[in-house]
């Protein structure tokens, strides 16, 4: 719904965890030329041992 408000506005997701990005998302960032093709995915947030290092 946010990619149809304005075709001229760009729109970036990013997410705070790996378990928000489902297949749903990658679909629509398809889909709309105005959802920009990168997504922000802080994999260490899912795993404590990575994010002490």
Same mark, same amino acid.
Do not use: W
């Given at each position: 719904?946010?990619?149809? *408000?304005?075709? !001229?506005?760009?729109?970036?997701?990013?997410? /705070? =965890?790996?378990? !928000?990005? +489902? !297949? !749903?998302?990658? =679909?629509?960032?398809? #889909?709309?030329?105005? *959802?920009? #093709?990168?997504? =922000?995915?802080?994999?260490? /947030? +899912?795993?404590?041992?990575?994010?002490? #290092?």
């Amino acid at each position: 719904m946010v990619a149809l *408000i304005n075709p !001229d506005l760009r729109v970036r997701y990013s997410t /705070s =965890h790996p378990k !928000d990005m +489902g !297949d !749903d998302v990658l =679909h629509m960032m398809a #889909k709309y030329e105005n *959802i920009c #093709k990168y997504v =922000h995915l802080p994999v260490q /947030s +899912g795993n404590s041992d990575v994010l002490e #290092k």
